[in-house]
Nanobody
Framework: QVQLVESGGGLVQAGGSLRLSCAAS????????MGWFRQAPGKEREFVAG????????IYANSVKGRFTISRDNAKNTVYLQMNSLKPEDTAAYYC????????????????WGQGTQVTVSS
């Protein structure tokens, strides 16, 4: 199994940028596809972005397409989420997750989760 720890959250003004990191330990990181999800207060946890084992495929939620970029460095056992042009509606707790599937967009497909990092975008 794999353990995941997110970092990089914080408070930013609308239009600003943040880069989230998720460090993995335990099992072989390159055998997992990785995803980012987010959950705002009172809302369901939703898919944000996903990346395949070798980073040859990525997928994004429509709400972040063109603004967010997911990437991974298998040598560092880390997945990143670069968030640009942030909006107040991007405010949420952000979670990274790992799955043995090639690529996935649903919560049920992911086997391991981090504890989350808070992102707050002020208007």
């Amino acid at each position: 199994q794999v353990q995941l720890v997110e970092s990089g959250g914080g408070l930013v003004q609308a239009g600003g940028s943040l880069r989230l990191s998720c460090a993995a330990s335990g099992d072989t990181f390159s055998s997992y596809a990785m995803g980012w999800f987010r959950q705002a207060p009172g809302k369901e946890r939703e898919f944000v972005a996903g990346i395949s084992w070798t980073a040859d495929s990525t997928i994004y939620a429509n709400s972040v397409k063109g603004r967010f970029t997911i990437s991974r460095d298998n040598a560092k056992n880390t997945v990143y989420l670069q968030m640009n042009s942030l909006k107040p509606e991007d405010t949420a707790a952000y979670y990274c997750a790992a799955t043995h599937r090639y690529l996935a967009t649903t919560r049920m497909a992911y086997d391991y989760w981090g504890q989350g990092t808070q992102v707050t975008v002020s208007s």
